[in-house]
């Protein structure tokens, strides 16, 4: 399976996979009651420090953050016309925050530790109708096929590019190829009988 992982040797490595999840769920919910932009600040060097302690390329980190830019961009400047430059500043903060811990996390924790994490903490829940096994391979199909998408994205445009095209017309074929992708994926997913 393909992983964003990067191989180190670093206490953040280290670290439990349910440690590091629970830390991006606390600090993920806590930024959103931060209403300081030096506190935001802090906490974008913090996070770039925790980079540094789990020796992650910075070419490598802003790599994984290059995709959200555009997006941080546009949050931005709709927040900056509709509320001001404070809020459109704090807004941009929490983001970029939280894509680049997610990004740590990911980076610093192989895919199967996440899943069996993600189903050990749902495994009480089976009483009531929760199937961890699914959910798991939700997750380990999520992870797996960003970049794969990404890729997708990628050679479509570079094909439409070559060809003088502009806009937004690559999104029909990109839009074929994904379902051909889901598609093949869930035909192989029920040969070997589901998840279960």
């Given amino acids: 399976m393909l992983s964003l992982y990067h191989e180190a040797r670093s206490p953040v490595h280290r670290s439990p996979a349910g440690a590091k999840l629970a830390v991006l769920l606390v600090v ?5 009651f931060v ?3 030096a506190a ?4 974008l060097l913090v996070v770039a420090l925790c980079y540094a302690v789990a020796k992650v390329p910075a070419r490598v ?8 830019l555009p997006v941080l961009i546009a949050i931005v400047i709709a927040q900056l016309v509709l509320t001001g430059w404070v809020t459109a500043v704090l807004v941009g903060q929490r983001v970029l925050v939280l894509v680049a811990l997610a990004n740590l996390v990911t980076l610093t924790t192989r895919t199967s530790a996440m899943i069996d ?9 089976r009483p009531l109708g929760v199937r961890p096994e699914r959910v798991g391979l939700l997750v380990a199909l999520t992870i797996r096929f960003v970049p794969v998408l990404k890729e997708q994205v990628d050679q479509v445009r570079a094909a439409h590019r070559a060809r003088g095209l502009r806009g937004t017309r690559f999104l029909t074929p990109l839009l074929i ?3 051909r992708l889901a598609d093949g994926l869930g035909s192989a997913i029920e040969a070997r009988g589901g998840p279960d």
């Fill in 35 to 37: 209403r300081s932009i």
């Fill in 28 to 32: 993920g919910t806590g930024l959103f």
């Fill in 61 to 68: 980190g802003l790599r994984q953050l290059r995709p959200v």
């Fill in 40 to 43: 935001l600040g802090a906490a």
């Fill in 117 to 125: 994490t993600v189903e050990a903490v749902l495994r009480p829940l």
């Fill in 177 to 179: 190829k994904t379902l």
